[in-house]
């Protein structure tokens, strides 16, 4: 068998370790996973209802364009339904972006380093990527406008970055969005936006109203804590949406996902309350890291990249063997570097505490 040639070299894409799989191969019953920036305080608890109510219509497809879910997360956004679509998580649309935009002979700009589906999907469509690196951890805006070619189809942004964690705002948005030709769509990658509490944030919704080059990505993995129903959506000019729509999977937003979704819709009391314990998580963790004098990027996210001053894996494995799961930054490209998720009260402790010993850095005792 002869698989496309771009194949060739294309990595598997390598999830954080699986709770299960740890607590099985280390025999520990008591492991907290902090690697792949799921939400520690689960979901919406209103979704259970409705999911009750939807088991009846199991036998049922979908209705494919999610009709009742887009109504609903369109006037919760202000946007007309028809700029919305849904995917398979955000990693869906993803895909579709790149099936339907990139093409042998195109460029995509994007940052080194961030998530890493952009470039999969790029390299999959036949697309060549052309990588800026971060400066200081944060997109380099000018020189993405620099790299933009009369080839160029996209560029991703990733904002806040995965795995950085940084943001770009509203002005150098501005300023990029007036130097990019006409023929470039700019894709904003805001999977962690609800997290975000600098008031510079680019307001991308406004400036997608005027700029029809503009796709804003977002997914219900994060805070809403439905990641494992998978559902994600972009917002894009109804142009960009038909053609998206034409690589669309005809089922491809499931039943189950749809109906979780609206009912978390609905609770945005859980919504704020994750945002806030976020924002206190993160402080917990920074300021610890801070008095041990370990460098960290300046996380608008739900995790923080710390440069732990030794080889990445070596510490992950020392956090593994105490129960806790973090994501090393060897495979990120950070080879110093942890990227923790920001857990609950409890767990950011039980990680602190666990990075102290293998770091061998002094923690007070009554902390958090
Ligand atoms: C920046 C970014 N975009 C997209 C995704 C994909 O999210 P989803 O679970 O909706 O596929 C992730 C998941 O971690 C992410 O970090």
Known sequence: ?????????????????????????????????????????????????SLQEEAAQTALYPEGSAPELREKL???LGVDPEKILFGNGADEVIQMIA???????VEAVLADRTFPRYQTQIVIE????????LKEGVHDLDAMAQAVTDRTRIVWICNPNNPSGTIITQEQLEAFLAKLPEHVMVVMDEAYFEYV????YPDTLSLLEQDPRLVVLRTFSKIY????????????SESIITELNKVREPFNANRIAQRAARAALE???FVDHCRKANQAGREQIQKQLEEWGLSSYPSQANFVLVDTGRPADEVFQCLLQKGVIVRSGEALGYPTHLRVTVGDEKQNRRFLEALAVCLDKPLKEQRG
């Not at 099936?99 to 002979?105: L, Q, T, V």
């Not at 036949?126 to 690196?133: A, R």
């Not at 509490?197 to 510079?200: G, Q, R």
């Not at 804590?225 to 917002?235: H, K, S």
């Open 267 to 269: 609770d945005q009391e």
């Open 1 to 49: 068998m002869k698989p496309k040639s771009v194949l060739n070299g294309l990595p598997v894409y390598q999830p954080g370790k699986p709770l299960e799989e740890v607590k099985r191969e280390l025999g520990l019953s008591e492991v907290i996973k902090l690697a792949s920036n799921e939400n520690p305080f689960g979901c919406s608890p209103r979704i259970w209802e």
């Open 74 to 76: 369109s006037s919760h």
């Open 99 to 105: 099936r339907a935009f990139m093409e042998p002979g």
């Open 197 to 200: 509490d600098d008031p510079a």
């Open 225 to 236: 804590g439905l990641a494992a129903f998978r559902i994600g959506y972009c917002v894009a």
């Open 126 to 133: 036949g697309g060549e990527p052309v990588e800026v690196p």
